[in-house]
């Protein structure tokens, strides 16, 4: 049975994995931000196992981990959990830039790191969800975007680090997806928030299936994700 460590699961594309993969009865962890959100995702997902970390303060990983039973092996490390602030860059505070770089980023590669034993163990699957964002630079997006571009460098490092132990590294890039966080956006940008016209979340979990389900003589580096008709 394979095991996988995914955040980001109490809503939008994270939540969709979770299920999907608790479904097929592999054995999955579920990362969250505290003690009450790691319950509700108990409650939602009962063959699942909760971590409890935030990512906001990824200083603070290691010693909160290190309190708490972690898997022995790991199939998948899936980081989609994501935050977004807009706004000019003449009007960002740097604690939107902290806040952002800390759970985009810096979570991110401090969570990696933590769990790389397991992977190798398994030669496991590191996921990154990233975003159109993480490939164009748009107006009001500098800080969301700065920490996704951070990402791509990220994934790339780590592939070409880890592709000799047999660690495989995916990053997908969705543009807007009909979820929590585009709602969010809608209500940044001052528009009606409609999701039928954007990506469902079930099939940007598709696409994070795809590239750990192909068979090992393969690796997905990169996949964009785009609205359909
Ligand atoms: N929706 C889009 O249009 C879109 C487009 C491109 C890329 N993406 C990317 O896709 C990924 C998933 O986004 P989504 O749309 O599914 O968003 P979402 O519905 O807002 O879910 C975000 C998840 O991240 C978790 N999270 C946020 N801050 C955290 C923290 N400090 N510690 C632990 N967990 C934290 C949230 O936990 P709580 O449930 O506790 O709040 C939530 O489970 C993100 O990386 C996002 O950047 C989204």
């Known amino acids: 049975m394979a095991t996988h460590l995914i955040t980001g699961a109490g809503s ?4 969709v994995l979770a299920e999907r993969l608790s479904e097929r009865g592999d054995d999955v ?3 969250a931000r505290n003690a009450k959100r790691a319950a509700e995702l108990r409650q939602r997902f009962p063959s699942a196992q909760t971590l409890v970390g935030d990512l906001g303060d990824p200083a603070k990983l290691s010693w909160a981990l290190g309190q708490q039973t972690q898997p022995v092996e790991l199939d998948s490390l899936l980081h989609v959990a994501g935050m977004v602030e807009l706004g000019p860059v003449g009007e960002t505070p740097v604690k939107a830039w902290n806040e952002t770089l800390a759970v985009n980023l810096v979570a991110p590669a401090e969570l990696t790191r933590l769990m790389l034993p397991q992977l190798r163990l398994s030669r496991g699957h590191v996921v990154f969800v990233n975003s159109g964002a993480g490939l164009a ?8 975007a700065a920490s996704k571009f951070g990402l791509r460098a990220l994934a790339d490092s780590l592939r070409a680090e880890e592709h000799a132990a047999g660690v495989r590294v995916t990053t997908v890039y969705p543009g807007r997806t009909a979820t929590p966080m ?3 956006v809608h209500r940044q940008e001052g528009t009606a928030y409609d999701p039928s016209r954007w990506i469902a979340p079930e099939s940007v979990a598709t696409a994070v299936l795809t590239a750990i389900d192909l068979p090992r003589d393969a690796e997905l580096t990169d996949i964009t994700v785009r609205p359909g008709r």
């Open 29 to 31: 962890w579920l990362l």
């Open 12 to 15: 939008g594309i994270g939540a």
């Open 182 to 184: 585009q709602e969010k």
């Open 137 to 144: 630079a748009h107006a009001t997006w500098g800080s969301y």
